[in-house]
């Protein structure tokens, strides 16, 4: 489920304590405030920790907008047949158009 709560423009406190309390049950608001907590085997986080979670998975959510902006383009382009008429070619078309996106997206 990491996967779901990072494909998310801004990580709130329901997704923070998601990643907290995997298996927990409970239920809660938006911003991560627990309304009720029923699992009595899985500690029940505070709302420090919470604030702290929102922030470290904003931050790794953030950190990989180059990666996603990459893919935007990447999946626009029709790379096996670049490859193809490349090597077919002589050119380096492939090559320069992906040199291309990683120069406007940098790590």
Same mark, same amino acid.
């Given at each position: ?5 990072? #494909?998310?423009?801004? !990580?709130?406190? @329901? ?5 907290? @309390?995997?298996?927990?049950? +409970? ?7 627990? #309304? *009720? %907590? ?7 986080? /505070?709302? &420090? *920790?919470?604030? &702290?979670?929102?922030? =470290? ?5 953030? &950190?990989?907008? +180059?990666?996603?902006? =990459? ?6 382009? #029709?790379?096996? *047949? ?8 002589? /050119?380096? /078309? %492939?090559?320069?158009? !992906? #040199? *291309? !996106?990683?120069? =406007?997206?940098?790590?």
């Amino acid at each position: 489920m990491k996967g779901h709560i990072l #494909n998310r423009e801004m !990580i709130d406190g @329901a997704c923070a304590l998601f990643s907290l @309390a995997k298996g927990a049950e +409970y239920s809660c608001e938006s911003d991560g405030t627990i #309304n *009720e %907590w029923h699992s009595a085997d899985i500690t029940q986080p /505070t709302q &420090a *920790e919470i604030d &702290a979670e929102v922030i =470290r998975l904003q931050t790794e959510y953030d &950190a990989q907008a +180059y990666a996603r902006n =990459r893919k935007r383009e990447y999946d626009q382009l #029709n790379q096996f *047949e670049m490859q193809f008429d490349d090597d077919r070619d002589g /050119t380096t /078309t %492939w090559v320069d158009t !992906i #040199n *291309e !996106i990683k120069g =406007r997206h940098p790590k």
